[in-house]
């Protein structure tokens, strides 16, 4: 069994346990345990043979013993115990954002709530409020947290739906009928969120391809399986969540066809259809032919031929929204958009001087490994205690610590020092001038108070960014995906203050938040603010969602000359310094 899943089984025996009111420190023994196994140094299996996991801290003696239990035989009866004695709607709740274990066992035991829809019928005629420790604050709380789950319903993360569909596509790749094969879909176009999988590929035969894919391991449950297509689902990444994934089999000259339909999106496939009627063509997912003579046909190799035959230059599926994309690729005007590869460093990660997981050194090193030439270490601000903030005197202590790394490194690479100083509630920042003064950069961010009013809240970060010590602006709207709305604020309004004042704006590139959005992002760059990706990273891992933040800029249709994080390490050293106040 692997790790994430056996991790994954102990936190929900951890909040299984805390919805029936177990013990705290028994619950969280368990939730503890998970965590240390997801940032376990080495493999579960190598470390229970040689021994080395029983050393790891974290991980008491009864765990210990499920954990083994657990990769050997891939059963645990005390958790299916468990299971069997709670309701099986009750964990699904804990989706729902603002709804912890503790809400769940209340509302449990008051109202005998099994399920979202008793949740929601109990919100709705008033009695949650009436509930001991609720109130109807609470209530609406609740109702709008199932409301946005609803509107986010079965999707996923693109973190999420790479991993699902990377064994997937392998295992159709390495069948020896196929010839061509590839993801399509929303996960193709690099959307934020994924609702399923679509993945073709092309062969003489597919029904043995189909056949084999259907009797995958992982397969949940076949949904439907016809003599081209075959419809599963599979297991998603919390408990109970399933997730749709769609493989299509057509003829190898069907397959440029095929996969610019399955690509979408929708909308972009309309346009295109509408461009082929206008030159007389008629285009679906097999072919594009005469609409007069269905006879006549025009072979397309790849996508590319696709696009030449309607007079398109090659549009890349990022763009393909139907949002300006035809007039720009028929004038022969498409963006060349920025690559993973023009990222020359990155700003606005985390150390464990704060709340990251690795030293400086690791961070660095992590950042040379994937060829960029400086890092940009943005640990937390004094107030965020939460996060392990810094004190004006840590920080002190951190940039010399940063001098010395520097010095070592001799010009071959630079760690810029920086900070994620955040916005108070006034709008003014957690640091003085004259010590932000100090800082190579300052990222400015808002950590809390989300729930302000819009104008309260605009008027707020307008004024942090306005500080002329301001960089650059941090998660825009501190939304989580899929889990947290944004919180309100008028985004144009701070462009146009970022625009004004020179600040930069973030693409935040971790998979979990992705703000500023690519329709936010276009309209900032078509108003002169410069972007700068940041993965926001936790870990030297965290460094790799970079490759999240170029997608959402390719979306935005950002070149590399749009982004300020392409530069070569002296123009950015030079550029900083510029934007420092004198
Ligand atoms: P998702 O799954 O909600 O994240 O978004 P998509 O874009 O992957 O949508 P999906 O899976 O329903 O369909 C995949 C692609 O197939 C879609 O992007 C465009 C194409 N497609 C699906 N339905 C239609 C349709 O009714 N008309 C046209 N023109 N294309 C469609
Ligand atoms: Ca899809
Ligand atoms: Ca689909
Ligand atoms: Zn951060």
């Known amino acids: 069994?692997?790790?994430?899943?056996i991790a994954q089984i102990l936190d929900d025996m951890g909040t299984i346990l805390e919805v029936q009111g177990e013990n705290p420190f028994r619950c969280r023994a368990y939730h503890n345990a998970a965590q240390v196994l997801h940032g376990l140094p080495g493999d579960l299996t190598e470390m229970i043979a040689d021994g080395s996991l029983a050393e790891v801290q974290g991980i008491g003696?009864?765990?210990?013993?499920?954990?083994?239990?657990?990769?050997?035989?891939?059963?645990?009866?005390?958790?299916?115990?468990?299971?069997?004695?709670?309701?099986?709607?009750?964990?699904?709740?804990?989706?729902?954002?603002?709804?912890?274990?503790?809400?769940?066992?209340?509302?449990?035991?008051?109202l005998d709530i099994q399920s979202l829809a008793d949740l929601r019928a109990a919100g709705e005629s008033?009695?949650?409020?009436?509930?001991?420790?609720?109130?109807?604050?609470?209530?609406?709380?609740?109702?709008?947290?199932?409301?946005?789950?609803?509107?986010?319903?079965?999707?996923?993360?693109?973190?999420?739906?790479?991993?699902?569909?990377?064994?997937?596509?392998?295992?159709?790749?390495?069948?020896?009928g196929v010839s061509r094969a590839e993801a399509c879909g929303s996960l193709r176009r690099r959307a934020e969120t994924i609702g399923d999988l679509d993945v073709l590929f092309s062969s003489k035969d597919p029904r043995p391809v189909l056949d084999h894919f259907a009797g995958l391991p992982?397969?949940?449950?076949?949904?439907?399986?016809?003599?081209?297509?075959?419809?599963?689902?599979?297991?998603?990444?919390?408990?109970?969540?399933?997730?749709?994934?769609?493989?299509?089999?057509?003829?190898?000259?069907?397959?440029?066809?095929?996969?610019?339909?399955?690509?979408?999106?929708?909308?972009?496939?309309?346009?295109?259809?509408?461009?082929?009627?206008?030159?007389?063509?008629?285009?679906?997912?097999?072919?594009?032919?005469?609409?007069?003579?269905?006879?006549?046909?025009?072979?397309?190799?790849?996508e590319a031929d696709l696009f030449r035959a309607l007079d398109l230059e090659p549009i890349p599926p990022e763009l393909r929204e139907d949002a300006g994309e035809?007039?720009?690729?028929?004038?022969?005007?498409?963006?060349?958009?920025?690559?993973?590869?023009?990222?020359t460093g990155t700003f606005h990660c985390h150390s464990d001087w704060s709340d990251g997981d690795a030293t400086l050194e690791e961070m660095a090193a992590g950042a040379r490994e994937l060829g960029m030439q400086y890092l940009g270490i943005g640990d937390h601000s004094r107030s965020l205690a939460m996060a392990r903030g810094l004190t004006i005197d840590r920080v002190r202590d951190q940039w010399a610590k940063i001098d010395a790394l520097n010095a070592r490194f001799g010009g071959s690479f630079r760690i810029f020092?920086?900070?994620?100083?955040?916005?108070?509630g006034d709008?003014?920042?957690?640091?003085?001038?004259?010590?932000?003064?100090?800082?190579?950069?300052?990222?400015?961010?808002?950590?809390?108070?989300?729930?302000?009013?819009?104008?309260?809240?605009?008027?707020?970060?307008?004024?942090?960014?306005?500080?002329?010590?301001?960089?650059?602006?941090?998660?825009?709207?501190?939304?989580?995906?899929?889990?947290?709305?944004?919180?309100?604020?008028?985004?144009?309004?701070?462009?146009?203050?970022?625009?004004?004042?020179?600040?930069?704006?973030?693409?935040?590139?971790?998979?979990?938040?992705?703000?500023?959005?690519?329709?936010?992002?276009?309209?900032?760059?078509?108003?002169?603010?410069?972007?700068?990706?940041?993965?926001?990273?936790?870990?030297?891992?965290?460094?790799?969602?970079?490759?999240?933040?170029?997608?959402?800029?390719r979306r935005a249709w950002l070149t590399k000359d749009d982004v300020f994080n392409t530069a070569p390490l002296a123009e950015i050293a030079e550029r900083l310094a510029s934007l420092r106040p004198r």
């Open 1 to 5: 069994m692997e790790t994430a899943k």
């Open 61 to 110: 003696e009864t765990l210990y013993a499920k954990i083994v239990q657990l990769a050997t035989t891939g059963r645990l009866p005390a958790y299916e115990k468990l299971r069997a004695q709670t309701p099986p709607g009750l964990l699904a709740l804990l989706r729902v954002p603002g709804v912890g274990p503790k809400k769940i066992k209340a509302l449990h035991e008051a």
């Open 126 to 176: 008033g009695a949650i409020a009436k509930v001991k420790g609720f109130g109807a604050k609470t209530e609406a709380n609740i109702l709008e947290g199932i409301g946005f789950l609803e509107t986010t319903g079965g999707r996923i993360l693109q973190n999420e739906a790479l991993a699902l569909v990377a064994p997937i596509l392998d295992a159709v790749r390495n069948h020896p």
């Open 218 to 302: 992982q397969v949940a449950k076949v949904l439907g399986h016809g003599a081209t297509k075959v419809s599963v689902l599979l297991p998603g990444f919390k408990t109970d969540q399933f997730v749709q994934c769609d493989l299509r089999g057509v003829a190898d000259d069907q397959f440029a066809f095929a996969l610019h339909y399955f690509t979408g999106s929708k909308a972009h496939n309309i346009a295109m259809r509408k461009r082929a009627l206008a030159r007389g063509l008629s285009l679906n997912e097999y072919a594009l032919s005469g609409v007069k003579d269905p006879t006549k046909t025009i072979p397309c190799r790849d």
């Open 326 to 343: 035809f007039e720009a690729a028929g004038a022969g005007a498409l963006p060349r958009l920025v690559e993973p590869g023009d990222l």
């Open 417 to 424: 020092k920086g900070t994620e100083c955040d916005i108070l």
């Open 427 to 553: 709008g003014s920042l957690d640091f003085p001038d004259d010590v932000l003064a100090g800082f190579d950069y300052v990222v400015a961010s808002v950590h809390s108070r989300f729930k302000m009013p819009r104008d309260e809240m605009t008027a707020r970060i307008i004024r942090a960014i306005s500080n002329p010590h301001v960089t650059m602006l941090g998660h825009a709207t501190g939304r989580l995906l899929l889990s947290r709305a944004p919180y309100e604020v008028d985004l144009d309004a701070v462009i146009d203050a970022a625009a004004e004042h020179r600040t930069m704006i973030e693409i935040n590139a971790s998979p979990y938040r992705l703000d500023l959005d690519a329709v936010h992002c276009r309209r900032a760059r078509k108003k002169g603010v410069a972007i700068v990706i940041n993965p926001d990273a936790h870990s030297v891992a965290g460094l790799g969602d970079l490759r999240y933040g170029v997608s959402v800029a």
